[in-house]
Nanobody, 121 residues
């Protein structure tokens, strides 16, 4: 099985910074993309940032210039460096990976359990 485990969430003041981490483990042949999504109660889940194994990145307009996504392919880990945080960034952040398990031909989308990020003074 492929599992995603997030860490780094918590409470931070507006203008502060926070770093989220997500590590994929299990029998993995390859991972072509990893990203972060977020969701608040009553709202739709939205893409925050995504990066591919080739190094390309894509960000939501609301976080451009403030968030940076990094990936360590050797460790199957993706990071989200969050800076200049606003109250609007408060949400549960979910890690997602498009991974190909060993002995499988197709990529499968996996989700982490989510980590709470609260931005409040």
């Amino acid at each position: 099985q492929v599992h995603l485990v997030e860490s780094g969430g918590g409470l931070v003041q507006p203008g502060g910074s926070l770093r989220l981490s997500c590590t994929a483990s299990g029998s993995i042949f390859s991972i072509r993309a990893m990203g972060w999504y977020r969701q608040d109660p009553g709202k739709q889940r939205e893409l925050v940032a995504v990066t591919t194994s080739g190094g390309s990145t894509n960000y939501a307009d609301s976080v451009k210039g403030r968030f940076t996504i990094f990936r360590d392919n050797a460790k199957n880990t993706v990071y989200l460096q969050m800076s200049s945080l606003k109250s609007e960034d408060t949400a549960v952040y979910y890690c997602n990976a498009e991974a190909r398990p060993t002995n499988f031909y197709s990529f499968i989308s996996y989700w982490g359990q989510g980590t709470q990020v609260t931005v409040s003074s």
